[in-house]
């Protein structure tokens, strides 16, 4: 008898050990309850196409310059190819916190407005840089993103922009970027990965013909497979050839 008790107890103590677990900070927001990412041009993945994932960090130059090849890339290859933009602020870009968040805030507020706003960060990442901003307060640094937010998504959106960094909400949401990051262990940006798994020479800028020599095999594939599939997808092949152009 004595054995079964001691297991109940054991039982019992585990229980109320998750119970903790489940009712501290973290699980507040992990799982999410939206996946993280930024799709771009489109508000659903299509399953259909070859999905890549990129983890930037609004204020990493190898971000900024790899994002140049890779929407030529995109607009090359139209709906046959997704994207999801992860941001990972690092630790070591004293603003890339608060830039993510900006990001987060402006996504929730207009969905289109994510890559023009993170667009404006690659092009204007030198004003917040750690030397650049050494010596301000880091409220001068949110009032200075919000401004700039502003500008690129419309003055109506101002007070809602400032209002987002008193959000708790878009807190946990760039919180959510980082912890998924570092669960997929990224360390570093730009981190690529096609159809869920790692490019080999990471942390180079790719660039246009090194995503085609990745891209044009995959899609190769697909169309190979679909021959053998039905008429109806030999229409939809088609009528992809003619969207490539
Ligand atoms: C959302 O953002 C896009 C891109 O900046 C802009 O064209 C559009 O007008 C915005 N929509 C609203 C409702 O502000
Ligand atoms: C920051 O302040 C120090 C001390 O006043 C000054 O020497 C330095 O040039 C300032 N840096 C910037 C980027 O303004
Ligand atoms: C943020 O919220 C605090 C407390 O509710 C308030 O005192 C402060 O003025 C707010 N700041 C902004 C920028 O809205």
């Known amino acids: 008898m004595a054995p079964k008790y001691t297991i109940s107890i054991v039982m019992l103590f585990l229980q109320s050990q998750l119970l903790i677990l489940f009712k501290s ?16 041009k489109t508000h659903s993945i299509n399953l259909d196409s070859i999905l890549i994932e990129v983890f930037y960090d609004p204020l990493c130059p190898d971000s900024r310059d790899s994002w140049p090849p890779l929407k030529k890339t995109l607009h090359h290859y139209g709906h046959q190819v997704s994207l999801v933009v992860h941001l990972l602020p690092l630790p070591y870009h004293d603003n890339a916190f608060v830039a993510s968040r900006a990001l987060h805030i402006v996504n929730g507020l207009n ?36 401004k700039s937010a502003t500008e690129v998504v419309g003055k109506s959106y101002h007070s809602s922009i400032k209002n987002g960094f008193n959000d708790t909400h878009t807190d946990h949401l760039t919180r959510i970027s980082f912890k998924y990051a570092a669960s997929r262990g990224v360390y570093g940006t730009p981190f690529f990965y096609v159809n869920g798994f790692l490019l080999p020479d990471n942390g180079a800028a790719v660039d246009y013909n090194a995503w085609r020599k990745v891209l044009d095999p995959l899609v190769g594939a697909k169309k190979g497979v679909k021959n053998e599939e039905s008429l109806h997808s030999m229409v939809e092949m088609d009528s992809s050839s003619v969207l490539e152009m």
């Open 25 to 40: 900070g973290a699980a507040d927001y992990i799982p999410p309850a939206k996946s993280d990412g930024f799709g771009y």
């Open 111 to 146: 969905t289109s407005a994510t890559y023009p706003l993170l667009e404006w960060f690659f092009e204007n990442q030198d004003k917040f840089y750690n030397a650049a901003t050494r010596n301000l307060t880091r409220a001068s640094i949110v009032e200075e993103i919000v």
